[in-house]
């Protein structure tokens, strides 16, 4: 994991991408009790697209990679030190979970990973049943500063799914 | 009147059962505050458990 996160700070350090943040069921992991999950989702903020058709391009990222000897893929993963990572191109709220997200350190590797609230307003999103547990948990299991997350709710439409589905939650 | 059902979990302690789950909630949230590097390796734990006991083969342990 520590040479995992090596390998994407390189993606950073080399201009590839702007920046990234640990995101999903991972990042949720800092937050909550541990659980199942099958990859590393890592969102990225892009270089901007160039030419006419404004097409974000993942290609840098992997070929980068691809330099390092990491070309081994299983389905959507790239393996990356023994990890399977997804690539999520970060736009509009993912984009500002990125920005938002808090930088921390794992195995003594600087990163950064998404807060709670805009963990729960990506998954709030996604909204498949796996994700409404990760919600379940964030709720009940971490500090949430509320008017931070009524704030992203709301910039995002997404204030009255929350508050259908969850209440006043506590 | 029936009496409450309580449960003895553990040397002079007996407990409610809505005192149990209060104290199964409290154990969630102190494994919530372990360290993220300890929940990894407690993921890569649960990844170990699906792939050789849940026999989920499509599942990759991590290397850490």
């Known amino acids: 994991m520590k040479k995992t996160l090596e390998a994407i700070n390189g993606l950073k350090k080399e201009g590839i991408v702007k920046d990234y943040a640990i995101g999903g069921a991972v990042a949720a992991l800092k937050w909550v009790e541990p659980f199942f999950t099958r990859d590393l989702d890592i969102f990225v903020i892009p270089l901007p697209p160039t030419g006419e058709e404004r097409v974000i391009s993942f290609l840098p990222i992997y070929n980068s990679l691809k330099d390092k000897g990491y070309d081994q893929w299983a389905g959507q993963w790239l393996m990356i030190e023994g990890v399977p990572v997804e690539f999520l191109p970060a736009e509009g709220l993912s984009k500002e979970a990125v920005d938002q997200a808090v930088e921390t350190e794992l195995e003594g590797v600087g990163t950064k990973v998404v807060t709670p609230e805009y963990l729960i307003a990506l998954f709030l999103k996604a909204f498949r049943e796996k994700d409404k547990m990760k919600i379940r948990l964030l709720l009940d299991q971490t500090k949430i500063e509320r008017k931070k997350l009524r704030d992203i709710l709301t910039r995002h439409g997404l204030e009255e799914k929350f508050k259908a589905l969850y209440g006043d939650w506590k | ?64």
């Open chain 2, 1 to 64: 009147m029936k009496s409450e059902i309580k449960i003895e979990i553990g040397k002079d302690r007996i407990v409610t059962l809505p005192e149990l789950y209060q104290e199964y909630d409290k154990a969630h949230r102190i494994q919530a505050g372990i360290p993220f590097e300890d929940k990894i390796k407690a993921l890569v734990d649960l990844q170990k458990i699906a792939f050789s006991w849940g026999k989920r083969r499509d599942v990759i342990v991590w290397r850490i």
